[in-house]
T-cell receptor
Framework: AQSVTQLGSHVSVSEGALVLLRCNYS??????LFWYVQYPNQGLQLLLK??????LVKGINGFEAEFKKSETSFHLTKPSAHMSDAAEYFC?????????????FGTGTRLQVTL | EAGVAQSPRYKIIEKRQSVAFWCNPI?????LYWYQQILGQGPKLLIQ????????DSQLPKDRFSAERLKGVDSTLKIQPAKLEDSAVYLC??????????FGSGTRLTVV
């Protein structure tokens, strides 16, 4: 079974500051890991994914995440926050079994960006 | 390519009424998922189809929820009778491979 834990349900940063959203995973098999963003009244948009290639993954809108097996972590970062980054962010995990399987999501982190 | 289509976009019903949601996945995607997202929570899987067969429905409240996938393409999710706690966004997603998921915009259900 797989699960993810997102530390911090709300994170507030100033515009231009570093964004760090934390995600720790648990998986009995090698995982695939994902970060999604959700804007109000919209669906889920994929930011980036780890699929057992490079451990440092770059995504859209300047976001990146690093897979650290020793720490079972997949934290999301962005060097400089923009007002448009304010949204809900979800970390998700699935099993790397070679066939499509369900995504298991964390509880989400709401990012607030202030002037 | 076209995305995952869902309808309706919004629905308001009274408790004990029935409601149905429709999803059209990306063409060629064999796997289809229905997720329930309650306000302030992450999406929770309700049911997973592989073609027109059910792979996982362990979290589906079968006394009131049902789902089918016609000919391995479109899918419908039904709730009968609805309860207040069913108020949520219902997301449909499809995938071809294990690392490629596409989500629809969702149906926001309000039960009053």
């Amino acid at each position: 079974a797989q699960s993810v834990t997102q530390l911090g349900s709300h994170v507030s940063v100033s515009e231009g500051a570093l964004v760090l959203l934390r995600c720790n995973y648990s998986s009995s098999v090698p995982p695939y890991l994902f970060w999604y963003v959700q804007y109000p009244n919209q669906g889920l948009q994929l930011l980036l994914k780890y699929t057992s290639a490079a451990t440092l993954v770059k995504g859209i809108n300047g976001f990146e995440a690093e897979f650290k097996k020793s720490e079972t972590s997949f934290h999301l970062t962005k060097p400089s926050a923009h007002m448009s980054d304010a949204a809900e962010y979800f970390c998700a995990v699935t099993a790397n079994t070679g066939t499509a399987s369900k995504l298991t999501f964390g509880t989400g982190t709401r990012l607030q960006v202030t002037l | 390519e076209a995305g995952v289509a869902q309808s309706p976009r919004y629905k308001i019903i009274e408790k004990r009424q029935s409601v149905a949601f429709w999803c059209n996945p990306i063409s060629g995607h064999a796997t289809l998922y229905w997720y329930q997202q309650i306000l302030g929570q992450g999406p929770k899987l309700l049911i997973q189809f592989q073609n027109n067969g059910v792979v996982d429905d362990s979290q589906l409240p079968k006394d009131r929820f049902s789902a089918e996938r016609l000919k391995g393409v479109d899918s419908t999710l039904k709730i009968q009778p609805a309860k207040l706690e069913d108020s949520a966004v219902y997301l449909c997603a499809s995938s071809l491979w294990v690392d490629g998921y596409t989500f629809g915009s969702g149906t926001r259900l309000t039960v009053v």
